[in-house]
């Protein structure tokens, strides 16, 4: 399975749970209810995974952390918050090139309508 594949899984998935809860839930709680949902189609799920920042061929622990890591393709970057700043952005941005990932979604639950929330952010390799 490629990662638009994985990603359209994903979205799926997430808009199905948004329904179920709506927004105003803290961000830790649709993280692990979105990995459990996922995990129980087969993914594999990695939660909370450390990012190593390296600097000038140091590897650094400064404390970076990708929310979900579907499959090692695709990054999620899950949000609860009133509206997704252009630091949302990059950030995810920066996570799929400190990792080499190509794909990673970043969503933010505290929406009405999720689907206007989910965006696909690219690193272009």
Known sequence: MDENDISYKIIGI?????KN???GLLESAYEN???YDLRQIGFNVKQQMPMPFVYKGVKLD????????????VIIELKSVESLAPVHFAQTLT????SNIKLGLLINFNSKLLKN???RVVNNL
Request: hydrophobic share 50%; glycine share 6%; charged share 20%.
């Open 62 to 73: 400064v404390g970076y952390r990708i929310d979900l890591l579907v499959n090692d393709k």
């Open 14 to 18: 997430a808009i199905e749970l948004h």
């Open 21 to 23: 809860v709506g927004p």
């Open 117 to 119: 929330s989910i965006h």
């Open 33 to 35: 209810a979105l990995a």
């Open 95 to 98: 996570y799929l090139k400190l």
